[in-house]
């Protein structure tokens, strides 16, 4: 049986792609930009990767006539101001295309929307349901609420929140009520349904057992980590305030936090059990799945994380736009050194960012993090989803991965922080020499201004890194 699978580099796409392919599906990955696409050697032949973009309807005559079943695991969410109109195109575009092939069954993975008043996002997620119900084929639509697991944003908001702020003084959709469900509950649940006649053409409401506020999962997921947390929730604080708050004190870009914000004042709560009765499902407890999200950090076990979307950064592009360095009408900051273990050279690049830092003046790596958070940049806060492992489309803190090659010795790093033009880092190791290059391309007179204001910084910050990069190695 053959599946196609938007959304394949997503936080869902990345951990519904194995499971399947054990039961013995080939897969057909749908991906923008197949440079951020990777999969183990030993089940290569076991997929098939499409580039489709489902807002240009021209690239989906891409997908196979032959495919049997399909998933639909896209959204837009805040990636631009008229992410609804696009969101329906999408759908249209999708549901279009698939009445041209053999599928018998698509599975569409939504938000609960059982609130007589509905934010943007989740109204725009019923609105593609309506689209995608008028096609050819059986609907199976999945309405999720909170999804917690580790790399979800759920988890890492609420991680971020929790481990930095011993005392909160929070807004009052705090007092919201939701229902939280695992990510391992989540994939049994779209694996089960998969060729299930009996879920054809309905619509289920998927959730965990637990209905609780967002203050209880706060407090109860610093039970689970053994901190004490006081919370108040005041009512003056406004939608954008509240954006803010979350902005700047999580990992989420601001156009995701306003979007979480509108959100998070409606109640998500499952109208009915009717898909667990179904698959005899017994949901993991709000506290085990925290457990395990913490047992899959600390084994350094992150399958996917939601940082590594376009979504949490400020351009929505094909990385492979950019891998190329330019070199007219740009300044360079250009440092070599000799190195005599380039394996071990190559380890320290290879942690760079996140825990480890930048090994010199992570100060003034923390401030250029904080200052980009106030003029609505990233900040540092996304960190890196796997300490050892770089893949292109990876998140490294303000940086985005373009180019990741240990056997070349090579890594290309984007700069998504706010900028007067464009940035991009690359380490590369040639006859035991390590070539760090810094390359700025300006935008108009206030990108050379920019340029020369940090140059001395620059000179600072980039002689003392590669020093550190090659200690105890020359």
Not at 110 to 134: A, M
Request: glycine share 6%; proline share 3%; charged share 25%.
């Amino acid at each position: 049986m053959k599946v196609l699978l938007t959304g394949a580099t997503g936080y869902i796409g990345k951990r519904l792609l194995p499971d399947l392919i054990e039961r013995g599906y080939f897969l057909v990955c749908c991906v923008r930009d197949k440079n951020k696409f990777h999969v183990e050697d030993n089940i290569k032949d076991k997929i098939q990767v499409i580039e489709i973009d489902l807002t240009q309807k021209e690239t989906l005559s891409n997908i196979p006539k032959d495919i049997d079943f399909a998933y639909y695991l896209v959204h837009s969410m805040s990636t631009s101001k008229n992410f609804s109109e696009l969101e329906k195109k999408s759908a249209i575009n999708f549901r279009d295309a698939l009445n041209k092939t053999n599928v018998k069954q698509v599975i569409f993975l939504s938000g609960i929307v059982n609130s007589e008043t509905l934010s943007e996002h989740l109204n725009s997620r019923k609105n593609v349901e309506t689209e995608l119900r008028n096609g050819k084929y059986a609907l199976t639509t999945l309405r999720a609420g909170i999804i917690i697991g580790s790399g979800s944003a759920s988890f890492e908001i609420i991680r971020d929140l929790v481990e930095k702020l011993p005392i909160m003084i929070a807004p009052k959709w705090l007092k919201t009520k939701c229902q939280p469900i695992g990510i391992s509950d989540v994939i049994e649940i779209l694996t089960s349904i998969l060729e299930n006649k009996l879920t054809y053409n309905k619509s289920y409401d998927i959730a965990g057992d637990e209905i609780l506020t967002y203050k209880e999962m706060l407090l109860e997921f610093a039970q689970v980590r053994g901190l004490k947390r006081r919370i108040w929730a005041i009512p003056v604080m406004t939608p954008k305030l509240s954006s803010y708050w979350l902005y700047f004190i999580t990992s989420t870009s601001y156009k995701l936090a306003i979007a979480l914000v509108d959100s998070m004042k409606i109640q998500v709560i499952a109208k009915d059990d009717e898909i667990k009765k179904l698959l005899h499902l017994k949901p993991l407890s709000y506290k085990t799945c925290i457990q395990r999200a913490f047992n899959k950090i600390e084994q350094n076990e992150i399958i996917s994380s939601w940082k590594d979307s376009t979504v949490s950064g400020r351009l929505n592009y094909r990385v492979s736009d950019y891998i190329k360095v330019p070199e007219f009408g740009c300044f360079k900051n250009v440092r070599r050194k000799e190195v005599k273990n380039s394996v071990e050279c190559m380890e320290r690049i290879w942690k760079i960012g996140g825990e480890t830092g930048w090994y010199y003046a992570n100060w003034l790596w923390k401030l250029r993090g904080f200052l980009d958070k106030v003029f609505g940049g990233v900040g540092l806060n996304r960190g890196r989803t796997n300490l050892n492992q770089i893949h292109a489309g990876d998140t490294i803190d303000f940086w985005r991965v373009l180019y990741a090659n240990r056997d070349e010795k090579r890594l290309i790093l984007f700069a998504e922080m706010k900028l007067p033009g464009e940035a991009w880092l690359e380490f590369k190791i040639q006859d035991n020499v390590l070539i760090q290059t810094a390359t700025f391309r300006p935008k108009g007179l206030t990108g050379r201004a920019y340029w020369y204001l940090v140059l001395p910084l620059h000179g600072l910050i980039f002689k003392g890194l590669i020093n550190e990069l090659t200690k105890h190695n020359t």
